[in-house]
T-cell receptor
Framework: EAGVAQSPRYKIIEKRQSVAFWCNPI?????LYWYQQILGQGPKLLIQ????????DSQLPKDRFSAERLKGVDSTLKIQPAKLEDSAVYLC???????????FGQGTRLTVV | AQKITQTQPGMFVQEKEAVTLDCTYD???????LFWYKQPSSGEMIFLIY??????QNATEGRYSLNFQKARKSANLVISASQLGDSAMYFC????????????FGQGTELSVKP
C-alpha cells in the first residue's frame, strides 16, 4: 500500500516570496491534515479536511496561508508571502473513516531566508 | 484545554536496557485516543502504539508497551531491549474524539541509545 506522498522534500525561499506544498494521501482516506512542526517542537495542526470540506482551520494564519483539497483527494498548502518564522517542517497526514490512526508523509522542510 | 506534556527533553539509555518515556495529558473529554510516534532524523512520523481511553488492558506492540494510568492521566511509553536504531525523537499525542480527530502533540523526548 502506498503511503502519504509529499513534495517537495526541501524548499528554500526568501522572505516575502510564495511557496506551495503538495500532498497525496493514502487512497480512500477521507481525512487529510496539514501540520506545522517548528524545530524543537511537536507538530501543530494547521488545517483538517474531511473529503473536500474544512473541519478545522482555527490555527491556520489565514492572512498568508491557504489550503485546498480539490475532489477530496490531493491537497495543496500555500504560503504567500512567507515570513522567517514560517521556517518549519510541513507534515501531511491522512486517516481512514474507521480506525484511530493517522498516517504521515515524510514532510517538506521549508527554510525562509 | 487539551494538552500533552512530555517533561523529558532528552534521555539516554544503554543498548539492550529498557527505558520509560513520560507523558501526561489534560482533557475533560471521556473518549480519546493516546498515541506514540517516533521521528528519526529523516523526519517522517512513525506510528508506534495506540491506547483508547476505554481500553482496560495496556497496549503492547512488540518491544513497545504503553503504561496507561487513566486516573493519573499518564500514558508512558516503555521500550524494552533498546536498540541503536531506537535513537530518535519520540512524541506523545492525544486525539479527542469529539474534536474531529486531530492529534495534539507534546514537545517530544529525544532518546539516545548508547552502545
Amino acid at each position: 500500500e502506498a503511503g502519504v506522498a509529499q513534495s517537495p522534500r526541501y524548499k528554500i525561499i526568501e522572505k516575502r516570496q510564495s511557496v506551495a506544498f503538495w500532498c497525496n494521501p493514502i487512497s480512500g482516506h477521507a481525512t487529510l491534515y496539514w501540520y506545522q512542526q517548528i524545530l524543537g517542537q511537536g507538530p501543530k495542526l494547521l488545517i483538517q479536511f474531511q473529503n473536500n470540506g474544512v473541519v478545522d482551520d482555527s490555527q491556520l494564519p489565514k492572512d498568508r496561508f491557504s489550503a485546498e483539497r480539490l475532489k477530496g483527494v490531493d491537497s495543496t498548502l500555500k504560503i504567500q508571502p512567507a515570513k522567517l518564522e514560517d521556517s518549519a517542517v510541513y507534515l501531511c497526514a491522512s486517516s481512514p473513516e474507521t480506525g484511530p490512526r493517522a498516517f504521515f508523509g515524510q514532510g517538506t522542510r521549508l527554510t525562509v531566508v | 484545554a487539551q494538552k500533552i506534556t512530555q517533561t523529558q527533553p532528552g534521555m539516554f539509555v544503554q543498548e539492550k536496557e529498557a527505558v520509560t518515556l513520560d507523558c501526561t495529558y489534560d482533557t475533560s473529554d471521556q473518549s480519546y485516543g493516546l498515541f506514540w510516534y517516533k521521528q528519526p532524523s529523516s523526519g517522517e512520523m512513525i506510528f508506534l502504539i495506540y491506547q483508547g481511553s476505554y481500553d482496560e488492558q495496556n497496549a503492547t506492540e512488540g518491544r513497545y508497551s504503553l503504561n496507561f494510568q487513566k486516573a493519573r492521566k499518564s500514558a508512558n511509553l516503555v521500550i524494552s531491549a533498546s536498540q541503536l536504531g531506537d535513537s530518535a525523537m519520540y512524541f506523545c499525542a492525544m486525539r479527542p474524539y469529539n474534536q474531529g480527530g486531530k492529534l495534539i502533540f507534546g514537545q517530544g523526548t529525544e532518546l539516545s541509545v548508547k552502545p
